[in-house]
């Protein structure tokens, strides 16, 4: 008996001693997998910390969300749409209303930006309307389809029943009852309550094409990152009317009102005239990407939609795939052609290094920053995370805004009152490296006074931050901040 116990002693010790070497080879495997992925430091340096301080925690979370896996047909099937993407940037080059001469100083070099990376051009003869009220947005939008003849594409994040978006969705229906074409594309996350509900069954039995965005389940979480999805919000009608902004489609007296921020306050862009058909090839190729479907050719991408306006407008799409991560070439871009005046809203203010000091700079070379951000948000890590960057900007002479009519979800960038940039990307690693967003980038005085009047606006119902009272806050508070500003990379 003494042997065999002996023996089993020694078996143990070297079992546990291979689980050992195991387990340690693993922590160095994925930390060199982390290093060989070329990221922003911040983020490399926050993975490979989460790793060797908690290595089971860092190994499961890595796994799951530190890779940009779209998943092998996914993969494919991006591919094999590269060539249909450079055709049809190829014809939109062709349209007539693409602005020959130079823009304005500071949009021309964001035109050639947005060229050079994507193809897409800036595009004249629109019509360009502010929505600011959400029930404005969602009544307008019900009266635009239902006057659809021939198409409606949609994609949204978020779509919740209820409220105004009851008549919207009975709209959908009725219109295509009538032939229209009519696809509703939806996040599988982000929309996964009205995906099961019966208000999706009945679009489905009427004609309505409900499409599940980047599928997710438990299984796929071993093949793919669950945490990566569509947050674009567009809506387009006949090639000629599209809406595009912050607002998912719900009625906001009713969206989260238990997370206790108040509603939520949006802003949504009605474009009508040529910049529409580029709106609506978007969604048309990120629902090909799901289902195959050849929607693109059906299409008129040579339309020569009539000018219904003056204003100039140029969309740039990001995300992973053909689309890249040029959001972030643009907003730096941006910042540092600013002469003037800088007027930024974003719901989650997290932003890299390079963004943050693009903002120091602006302010400390004389620039008048003024970022405009929820009192609240709906994510405590983020609350505290975005806390940890106000000194430093404060520092530089930063103003920061404390919006407090409710969660401020806008996500909207004005510069010296001429260009504005507007659309779906939160300043957060999330929005500006993983999830598939739009941006509009408009060049037009008229328009760039609008917004104005809306951030004016919004600074009614705002506190400015002051720096020396922020630097006497409580000693916990600030240690809570730079604990979790470790952690902002990942945000």
Same mark, same amino acid.
């Given at each position: 008996m003494g042997f065999l116990s002996k023996g089993q002693t020694v078996t143990n010790?070297?079992?546990?001693?291979?689980?050992?070497?195991?387990y340690a080879l693993l922590i160095v495997a994925v930390?060199? #997998?982390?290093?060989?992925?070329?990221r922003p430091v911040g983020v490399t340096l926050t993975w490979l910390l989460l790793i060797f301080a908690l290595p089971l925690v860092g190994i499961i979370c890595y796994q799951l969300f530190g890779e940009r896996y779209l998943g092998r047909l996914r993969a494919k099937r991006a591919r094999l749409m590269e060539t249909k993407y450079k055709q049809s940037v190829h014809l939109f080059n062709r349209s007539p209303h693409v602005v020959k001469q130079s823009c304005s100083d500071v949009a021309e070099?964001?035109? #050639?930006?947005?060229?050079?990376?994507?193809?897409l051009p800036i595009l004249g003869g629109n019509q360009l309307t502010n929505f600011e009220d959400s029930l404005e947005t969602l009544t307008q939008l019900t009266t635009d389809i239902q006057q659809a003849k021939s198409s409606i594409y949609m994609e949204f994040y978020i779509v919740r029943q209820g409220g105004l978006l009851d008549p919207l969705l009975k709209a959908l229906a009725e219109a295509a009852q009538r032939k229209v074409s009519v696809y509703l594309l939806v996040d599988s996350v982000g929309s996964s309550e009205f995906l099961k509900s019966s208000a999706s069954s009945q679009l489905l039995d009427a004609g309505v094409n409900v499409v599940e965005a980047l599928h997710a389940n438990?299984?796929?979480m071993l093949l793919q990152r669950i945490d990566l999805r569509l947050h674009r919000k567009i809506a387009a009608i006949d090639q000629r009317i599209a809406y595009t902004g912050s607002m998912n489609l719900v009625d906001p007296r009713f969206f989260n #009102? #238990?997370?206790?921020?108040?509603?939520?306050?949006?802003?949504?862009l009605r474009v009508e005239g040529p910049a529409a058909l580029n709106l609506q090839a978007v969604v048309a190729y990120d629902i090909e990407m799901e289902t195959g479907e050849a929607l693109i050719e059906q299409l008129d991408l040579l339309s020569t939609t009539a000018s219904v306006g003056q204003q100039r407008m140029q969309i740039m799409p990001s995300g992973p795939g053909i689309f890249g991560d040029h959001?972030?070439?643009l907003l730096l871009t941006s910042l540092y052609l600013a002469k003037k005046q800088i007027v930024l809203t974003s719901p989650y203010f997290v932003p890299d290094e390079s963004l943050q000091m693009a903002l120091v700079t602006a302010a400390s070379r004389g620039v008048e920053v003024n970022l405009i951000l929820p009192a609240r948000n709906d994510s405590f890590l983020v609350r505290y995370a975005s806390h940890s960057f106000y000194q430093q900007l404060l520092n530089a002479g930063v103003n920061i805004y404390k919006f407090y009519g409710g969660l401020l979800h806008t996500k909207s960038l004005l510069i010296d009152q001429q260009v504005a940039l507007v659309g779906t990307v939160n300043l957060d690693m999330r929005s500006l490296w993983l999830n598939f967003e739009v941006t509009s980038i408009i060049d037009d005085k008229s328009y760039a006074e609008d917004l104005d009047r809306i951030m004016q606006h919004y600074l009614q119902q705002s506190t400015r931050i002051n720096a020396l009272a922020w630097r006497k806050r409580p000693i916990y508070r600030r240690l809570l901040e730079n604990i979790i500003h470790i952690f902002s990379p990942l945000l």
């Open positions: 010790t070297y079992l546990s001693d291979l689980g050992l070497l195991i930390a060199l #997998q982390v290093m060989l992925k070329r070099p964001l035109n #050639q930006l947005t060229r050079r990376l994507l193809g438990p299984v796929r #009102q #238990q997370r206790g921020v108040g509603q939520w306050i949006d802003l949504m959001i972030i070439q």
